[in-house]
């Protein structure tokens, strides 16, 4: 080997370096990339998650509203039903007439019957079937049932 070989064969194997070295540098960067890559994926699956969070969190709220309603509809009919059942003669358990005998009317302690129920009531006792308080004859009121009607109309 003469040194023109020499020089020829160092400069060789230093190209096949460099080749080399650049090789390894591209997957050096291929790496970094790629970890990059994932990083970027990650932080938008994690925005996604918040997202998907935030998403069930308004969904929950909103279900307990529903709820909530529901509960305050079925409050509001037992309400009405009460309502009902207290328009009702707690003699004979019927509906008040707006004429005629089982017209609504109020005893001393404020309690409504039909007309004729407690007529026939205060017969056998003076005392409020449903309170006890005392009471007579002279305490039986007409119930105005209505802004339309008036104890003339009622008595008709
Ligand atoms: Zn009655
Ligand atoms: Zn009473």
Redesign the pocket.
Known sequence: MDKQDIKKLTKKKLIFEVIKERKRNKEKDQIIHDRLESKKRLHDLRLQLDKEKNITKELRLKLSQQEAIANQAQNMSAKLQKIANENKCYICKLKYEVTGGHRAVS?????LFGEKCILDHLKRSKA??????L?SYKDVRFIIAGQNLCTAELLI
């Open positions: 005893i001393k302690c404020g309690h409020c079937p449903i309170c006890k308080s009471t």
